[in-house]
């Protein structure tokens, strides 16, 4: 079972709200990452990092932002959710070590709602 | 362009049968294949990683097969379980960067009955 949570699990918000959707792992992982899910449809990474201090946009254009302070926390913030935001969001993270045999650990999601 | 295909979008057996799902890349240069288990409001599951010399690899019940001259990999369940009830998503990854950048599959949707 991977030490990777996400919280909240579900979220339902008004357009124009700010949120933060939580991401934390204890596997001391340095790469982390966000990836956004729709139904029947394949992940797209939206975030990267590295380690603390880097941040790196993904392959899908997004309104977020992330911050990586801390190794353990990858939090991930929209400034004004619009419907369009409404999607299940996924973090995962993996250790330093390269090559082939390199695992991403995934959390559970959060299922975000704009309404 | 670097796609992933998996087929069948959806299937439905009875518990205790067997069962194969495909998956077919056009990703290049390839460095190894994945197959990842994802229940319904979670988050997916690594099952195997296999690289261009290996075509076949087992965790318990799940047996993945891979064929990189022909780009096809598949994922046999054996005696399927009500357990087995999943997405199965088959992602594949370039010889780029540190990680290799990945390609996701849609996955097929497995329903197990009993």
């Known amino acids: 079972e991977a030490d990777i949570y996400q919280t909240p699990r579900y979220l339902v918000i008004g357009t124009g709200k700010k949120i933060t959707l939580e991401c934390s792992q204890t596997?001391?992982?340095?790469?982390m990452y966000w990836y956004q899910q729709d139904p029947g449809m394949e992940l797209h990474l939206i975030h990267y990092?590295?380690?603390?201090?880097?941040?790196e946009k993904g392959d899908l254009s997004s309104e977020s932002t992330v911050s990586r302070i801390r190794t353990e926390h990858f939090p991930l913030t929209l400034e004004s959710a619009r419907p369009s935001h409404t999607s299940q969001y996924l973090c995962?993270?993996?250790?330093?070590?390269?090559?082939?045999?390199?695992?991403?650990?995934f959390g559970s999601g959060t299922q975000l709602s704009v309404l | 362009k670097n796609q992933v295909e998996q087929s069948p979008q959806s299937l439905i057996i009875l518990e205790g049968k067997n069962c194969t799902l495909q998956?077919?890349?056009?990703?290049?240069?390839?460095?190894?294949l994945r197959w990842y288990k994802q229940d319904t409001g979670r988050g997916p599951v690594s099952l195997t990683i296999?690289?261009?010399?290996?075509n076949t690899k087992s965790n318990g019940r799940y047996t993945a097969t891979l064929d990189a001259d022909t780009k096809q990999s598949s994922l046999h369940i054996t005696a399927s379980q009500l357990s087995d009830s999943a997405s199965y998503i088959c992602?594949?990854?370039?010889?780029?960067?540190?990680?290799?950048?990945?390609?996701f599959g849609r996955g097929t949707q497995l329903t197990v009955w009993p």
């Open positions: 995962a993270s993996s250790e330093r070590r390269t090559g082939i045999n390199e695992k991403l650990f």
């Open positions: 596997m001391g992982h340095d790469k």
């Open positions: 990092s590295y380690g603390v201090n880097s941040t």
């Open positions: 998956c077919n890349y056009t990703v290049s240069p390839f460095s190894n």
């Open positions: 296999m690289t261009f010399s290996e």
């Open positions: 992602v594949v990854s370039d010889r780029g960067s540190t990680l290799g950048r990945l390609y």
